[in-house]
């Protein structure tokens, strides 16, 4: 239902761009929440970064001045801009959409910072 994308392999200091659409039986859902969350071995999944309808974005503080989260509403699409990476940005990163509660979770993707 999730499909996230944009992941990959790349330098300390350079950028990635993750997606996450909506499909199926959820699309036009027009979510009260969309976010990302992730979760590197050994650790928790923590949030990310996460944005709710009317447009407000919240940051994790290690995400504050680097990323930014938004999204289009028309595609039931999330974006997540990331720059200046660093190494221990290095996780899988999940998308979750919220809908009346509801809670959807994509399939992950990995982002892996290294030289």
């Known amino acids: 239902q999730l499909q996230a994308s944009g992941g990959g392999l790349v330098q300390p200091g350079g950028s990635l761009r993750l997606s996450c659409a909506a499909s199926?039986?959820?699309?036009?859902?027009?979510?009260?929440?969309m976010g990302w969350h992730r979760q590197a071995p050994g650790k928790q999944r923590e949030l990310v970064a996460a944005?709710?309808?009317?447009?407000?974005?919240v940051y994790a503080d290690s995400a504050k001045g680097r990323f930014t989260i938004s999204r289009d509403g028309a595609k039931d699409t999330v974006y997540l801009q990331m720059n200046s990476l660093k190494p221990e940005d290095t996780a899988v990163y999940y998308c979750?959409?919220?809908?009346?509660?509801?809670?959807?979770w994509g399939q992950g993707t990995q982002v892996t910072v290294s030289s």
């Open positions: 199926g039986s959820i699309l036009s859902s027009n979510f009260d929440v």
């Open positions: 979750r959409f919220i809908h009346h509660y509801t809670v959807y």
């Open positions: 944005i709710s309808s009317g447009g407000a974005p």
